[in-house]
């Protein structure tokens, strides 16, 4: 069989369990086991190797769930460089086949396979073939691949490939196979449209075609006329090449160990998360204009705050000044604190302002370089700033 003149060839990319697939890769005495990566036990599941699926444990888990699910699992913390280098690798290797390569995530991208064939003198299933094994024989992980003609098919199709294999549906069989699996199975259904469609009886990817255009849009607004789209097949978006992808945000949240009415040790932990995601920043060479900081009470009741700047920075004392104050706004001694969270958005190249009363700004600069510079070489712990020098610090904490 060869490839059809006019016809897309959308491959879709997703390594399984990718954190989880990374340790083992990197420790092979997990290889076998079952192997869950969280935030601790406050927080949920990250990943879980197939090895400890079995025992029920899934990702966004509460991990004292998975640890009663699977207690002779290995629970391990994030090494989210790591991660970082092995998804470099793994989309550097999809690039090698073809120059259309959308990354979607950490460990999941699109395709486009259509204009290949004279390229590799093969049919894009064989190149697809071709591309997996070598990231599994390069990488050590496994991973799994769907093709179909459009995006959204081609997501759907790897979700039944899994775990470790490749699938191509054609386009007058794709419908038909699809049709069977649940309505949630389509991309972009979330919880509150799957919870609308199915009181209505409409239970299958299949059921969601059958309906007319109108009647979703009726049923889901705007969109009900992009599920009709997905759902018949009729998905357009082309694959869009990932060549500049620059981060819109920057967060870092942190579960405490326990509930907490002691703002001070809680604003030490707002801080630091402030001055992690601020290193962040420089090492990209980016600045950020809004800061939001988020408090999630004992209650599980998030309140969260912003503040926006004139002008795009990454110096540790500006960012400081603004999680201060937004500490205070949202910090409250009623109930105890179990999470906070900071974010950078508005992201942009940054400022070096010269104000007025301040004209030394670039003194701050140079010394957030020389604390990220031996931070990434002995570790965060080994530079502690002082918050009484030019350091923000919300009033009445401390």
Not at 318 to 325: I, T
Request: glycine share 10%.
């Amino acid at each position: 069989m060869s490839a059809l003149p006019g016809e897309r060839y959308i491959l879709h990319v997703d390594a399984d369990a990718f954190f989880a697939s990374v340790e083992q890769v990197l420790r092979p005495d997990l290889q076998g086991l079952p192997v869950i990566v969280s935030g601790g036990d406050r927080g949920v599941v990250s990943a879980a190797s197939y090895e400890a699926r079995r025992f029920g444990v899934h990702s966004a888990m509460p991990t004292v769930q998975a640890r009663k699910l699977c207690p002779r699992a290995v629970f391990l913390s994030p090494n989210f460089s790591a991660y970082k280098e092995f998804s470099t690798r793994m989309f550097a290797i999809m690039k090698g086949y073809s120059p259309q390569v959308e990354v979607t995530s950490v460990d999941e991208g699109y395709v486009d396979l259509t204009g290949t064939f004279r390229l590799h003198r093969a049919p894009p299933w064989e190149i697809a073939h071709r591309m997996l094994s070598e990231i599994r024989a390069g990488l050590g992980i496994n991973v799994s691949g769907g093709i179909a003609g459009t995006k959204c098919f081609a997501k759907m199709t790897t979700g039944l490939a899994k775990p470790n294999g490749l699938l191509y549906l054609e386009p007058q069989h794709a419908r038909i196979v699809l049709a069977r699996l649940p309505v949630e199975s389509i991309p972009g259904v979330g919880k509150k449209a799957e919870e609308i469609l199915k009181r209505r009886g409409i239970m299958t990817v299949g059921d969601v075609a059958d309906l007319s255009r109108r009647r979703l849009q009726r049923l889901l607004g705007k969109w009900g006329g992009a599920l009709w789209e997905l759902a018949t097949g009729n998905d357009g978006r082309p694959v869009v090449s990932s060549h500049r992808d620059p981060q819109k945000s920057y967060s870092k949240e942190h579960t405490l160990e326990q509930d907490s009415k002691d703002l001070g040790h809680v604003w030490s932990v707002v801080a630091q998360l402030t001055e992690k995601v601020a290193a962040r920043l420089r090492a990209d060479g980016r600045g950020a204009c809004t800061v939001t900081v988020k408090v999630r009470s004992a209650d599980f009741s998030d309140m969260s705050r912003s503040m926006s700047l004139k002008f795009p920075t990454n110096l540790t004392r500006d960012l400081l000044d603004c999680a201060a104050r937004l500490f205070r706004l949202t910090a409250g001694r009623r109930f105890g604190i179990r999470q906070v969270g900071v974010k950078l958005s508005g992201i942009d190249v940054p400022v070096l302002q010269t104000d007025l009363f301040e004209p030394r700004r670039h003194i701050a600069a140079a010394r957030d370089r020389t604390v990220d510079q031996i931070r990434n070489r002995f570790g965060f712990h080994a530079v502690k700033i002082l918050r009484g020098s030019g350091y923000g610090q919300p009033p009445g904490v401390g």
